[in-house]
């Protein structure tokens, strides 16, 4: 598998949770919490989110809860704690069943060991979504978040990346997700890109910088310039995944 990251080197270049989104547009909804631990806590969190997340195997969470530490970005040192896969029903069933028991023993158990929580639901774009055969291959992740432009048609300048990709059937994964609830600044896109380690992700995609010549030619620049356009300002990291964290190790 080669690499997602050369699309978004491509287009950074040109001025661009994670667990893999459910395939039908009713179970497209993410449920994402980004924790910072406290200073001083050490390893001491990580041993109280392992045991957390035992305990919710142990008391039948209908949720899947994958954990993701982040390694570069401005959210470095932080984890990202996310559930896909549901549809906006689903949050009023959890609210009423197992949510706020779950919610109860995070306080008690690690709630101490935790400076602060940002809390978001995302809403992935199965249009927009090309997944690896085998998502259990993934191990490192680069999430980057657009802060769109009023009156920009972002789909439609992205789409002429995505298009490339797909047309040449180039093995390159992502999947793209507006934030629904929960970012700061307005209108917002998230896409993650999937890799099975660091070198894949520094690995250059020159088939798939040669198939956007090929497809745009003297035009390119003006596709890029025209996807720069959409956004005011982008924020990139990297996560890796955190099997041995996750409920059921992902």
Not at 41 to 70: C, I, K
Not at 101 to 127: K, Y
Not at 168 to 192: C, I, K, Q, R, W
Request: aromatic share 12%; charged share 20%; net charge negative.
């Amino acid at each position: 598998m080669r690499k997602m990251g050369s699309l978004a080197v491509a287009i950074a270049a040109f001025g661009l949770l994670l667990c893999a989104p459910d395939a039908q547009a009713q179970n497209n909804v993410a449920d994402v919490w980004i924790v910072t631990p406290a200073a001083d806590v050490g390893q001491g969190f990580e041993a109280a989110l392992r045991d957390h997340m035992q305990w919710r195997t142990e008391a039948g969470d209908p949720w899947q809860w994958n954990v993701y530490s982040v390694e570069t970005g401005s959210r470095v040192g932080t984890y990202a704690i996310r559930s896909s896969g549901h549809s906006w029903a689903d949050f009023d069933a959890y609210d009423a069943g197992f949510g706020p028991e779950g919610g109860m023993r995070v306080a008690a158990s690690f709630g101490p060991m935790i400076e602060s929580v940002e809390h978001q639901i995302v809403v992935a774009d199965t249009a927009r979504t090309r997944m690896p055969a085998d998502f259990s291959e993934i191990n490192i992740i680069q999430v980057v978040t657009w802060n769109l432009r009023p009156g920009q048609d972002f789909n439609a300048a992205v789409d002429h990346y995505l298009e490339v990709i797909e047309e040449n059937d180039l093995p390159m994964y992502y999947t793209f997700e507006s934030v629904a609830s929960g970012m700061e600044g307005g209108p917002s896109v998230m896409a993650a890109f999937f890799y099975r380690n660091w070198a894949e992700m520094g690995d250059p995609n020159e088939a798939f910088n040669e198939a956007l010549e090929a497809r745009y030619g003297d035009e390119l620049q003006e596709v890029a310039q025209q996807f720069a356009a959409t956004y005011r300002s982008m924020d990139t990291w990297v996560v890796r995944a955190r099997r041995d964290l996750s409920m059921g190790g992902m």
